[in-house]
């Protein structure tokens, strides 16, 4: 299963993009990349996937480089709400792996 | 669509008592986890079936934890006995084959404190 890195902690000012890395280094051709995020006290909520292709949805984008051994989530207009804990996740055969993920902090 | 529901979504008891929570997938969803998120770490996966049968269990400590899904939809887990050790956040996911490119989604969870 191919493990990702990502920084612990970044803050970014509200109505600004939050752009958060993932290192997926040893990733394979036909695995995908998962993003959750998880608010304090919820469930991990998925935000989106892609395996190679940029992808984008009503939450955010996601820029997947193209040797894919790294990718971007971006928060086009952070909120205060948007303040969570973000996983970035390549699943293997089945299983999610989660790391300790990055906790975004949208300031005011 | 309903999400995955869990209950109780929180639950006190002193060690060496028993906790059992309860899980209802999202309906169609033929695949079922359960994770175990210590404060300050990812979920860490616990036990994973497919219908009603165990697909992976390696992480399961089986002298203390059970977990069944008979009928292949609801889902229990249990700890006898508890140990401080089991204070956590216990989440169940659900997703539709179990497949590396199928989403899982989760429940709110389940915060356990064992005193």
């Known amino acids: 299963d191919a493990k990702t890195t990502q920084p612990t902690s970044m803050d970014c000012a509200e109505g600004r993009a939050a752009n958060l890395p993932c290192n997926h280094s040893t990733i394979s051709g036909n695995e995908y990349v998962y993003w959750y995020r998880q608010i304090h006290s919820q469930g991990p909520q998925y935000i989106i996937h892609?395996?190679?292709n940029n992808e984008t949805n009503e939450m955010a984008s996601l820029i997947i480089t193209e040797d894919r051994k790294s990718s971007t989530l971006i928060l086009p207009h952070a909120t205060l709400r948007d303040t969570a804990v973000y996983y970035c996740?390549?699943?293997?055969?089945?299983?999610?792996?989660f790391g300790t993920g990055t906790r975004l902090k949208v300031l005011a | 669509e309903a999400g995955v529901a869990q209950s109780p979504r929180y639950k006190i008891i002193e060690k060496r008592q028993s906790v059992a929570f309860w899980c209802n997938p999202i309906?169609?969803?033929?695949?079922l986890y359960w994770y175990q998120q210590i404060l300050g770490q990812g979920p860490k996966l616990l036990i994973q079936?497919?219908?009603?049968?165990?697909?992976?269990d390696s992480q399961l400590p089986k002298d203390r934890f059970s977990a069944e899904r008979l009928k292949g939809v609801d889902s229990t887990l249990k700890i006898q006995p508890a140990k401080l050790e089991d204070s956590a956040v216990y989440l169940c996911a659900s997703s539709f084959r179990g497949q590396s490119t199928d989403t899982q989604y989760f429940g709110p969870g389940t915060r356990l404190t064992v005193l």
């Open positions: 892609g395996l190679k």
């Open positions: 996740i390549v699943p293997g055969t089945y299983k999610y792996i």
């Open positions: 309906s169609g969803h033929a695949t």
């Open positions: 079936f497919q219908n009603n049968g165990v697909v992976d």
